[in-house]
């Protein structure tokens, strides 16, 4: 009788296992609107692949921001993820690691169990790699995505819009001249986005001032960062009670939505010209990207703002 039950439970759970594949794997369609009914179109991808779009863009876009490169005026957004594994590693290596292990599960603390195990570094890493393979769908894209991996574990990413980086290189064309003279190229060399990656790469080495200026600090703001010059952040009581949201919502297992969209961070002298306008760019851009939101398909919604004719 032992050996009978235990083969119905095998088999029983084989049958969950294999229907619980073949669900995750079932093609589901992604409608792209490109802002022309006749040009609109749709791209399939695994139901697995979407869940993994949906959080990677949820953390992105809406914690990194990167909806301000998508739909605003931000000419770059970054955001960062740990290896999975390294990020697990540290955490069993860490001195206290059974003190934590205790603080985790007794009593039960949703957010610091997910922190030990790191399933958000791992989604974020498998959503990093289904946006990739979905880019393919644009190939006429005005946006580059670039990834770099770091010694410590770390890897950046990041989303780039060429229209509007171009922009603002020719603009503060003094800031990168010795770069594009050492390239050899022009600020509108940087459309092929080959070319744009290694002029972003030789940013490297060559501080806050330009490279916050191309995440949309403001200039002045950018370079007084470099010098070391007494700043605040731009958003302090805002990011807080973002903060507090969305702690709140993780903890009750609540989703996220479109109002929970935090504003770009930088730090700023608050008093001036250029720190008020762009507070007020931000602010306004922040309230066109919610309601773009609104009633649609996180996904559907975020993929369609990458079809954006590249004119080349």
């Known amino acids: 009788m032992k050996t009978r039950t235990r083969r119905i439970v095998l088999v029983g759970s084989a049958i969950l296992l294999f229907g619980w594949l073949v669900h995750e794997n079932l093609p589901v369609q992604v409608n792209i609107h490109t802002g022309n009914p006749a040009q609109d179109f749709a791209i399939w991808m695994p139901r697995k692949d979407k869940k993994r779009l949906d959080y990677f863009f949820r953390e992105t876009c809406f914690m990194g921001v990167w909806a301000y490169t998508l739909a605003g005026s931000k000419p770059m957004s970054i955001d960062q993820y740990i290896q999975p594994w390294t990020a697990f590693r540290r955490v069993v290596e860490h001195p206290d690691f059974w003190g934590i292990l205790q603080l985790c599960f007794w009593p039960p603390h949703y957010k610091r169990i997910e922190y030990l195990l790191t399933p958000h570094q791992l989604k974020m890493k498998l959503g990093w ?75 490297e080495h060559k501080g806050e001032g330009v490279i916050g200026t191309l995440l949309g600090y403001g200039r002045d703001n950018a370079w007084a960062y470099h010098r070391h010059a007494p700043l605040i952040s731009a958003w302090a009581d805002e990011q807080e009670a973002h903060l507090d949201k969305i702690n709140n919502k993780i903890l009750s297992f609540q989703p996220w939505d479109s109002s929970d969209l935090f504003y770009p961070r930088f730090v700023c002298d608050p008093m001036s010209e250029e720190t008020k306008q762009l507070k007020q760019t931000y602010r306004e851009e922040r309230g066109e990207i919610i309601h773009y939101l609104e009633g649609k398909d996180l996904v559907e919604a975020m993929l369609s703002l990458f ?6």
């Open 129 to 203: 790699e289904t946006l990739q393979k979905q880019m393919k769908h644009f190939p006429d894209s005005r946006f580059v995505l670039n990834s770099y991996p770091r010694d410590d574990g770390f890897v950046i990413i990041t989303l780039i819009d060429k229209i509007k980086l171009i922009d603002i290189v020719k603009k503060c064309h003094t800031d990168f001249e010795d770069l594009l003279l050492l390239q050899k190229i022009e600020p509108d060399d940087l459309i092929d986005g080959e070319k744009l990656v290694l002029f972003l790469d030789s940013l």
């Open 307 to 312: 079809y954006a004719s590249n004119p080349k």
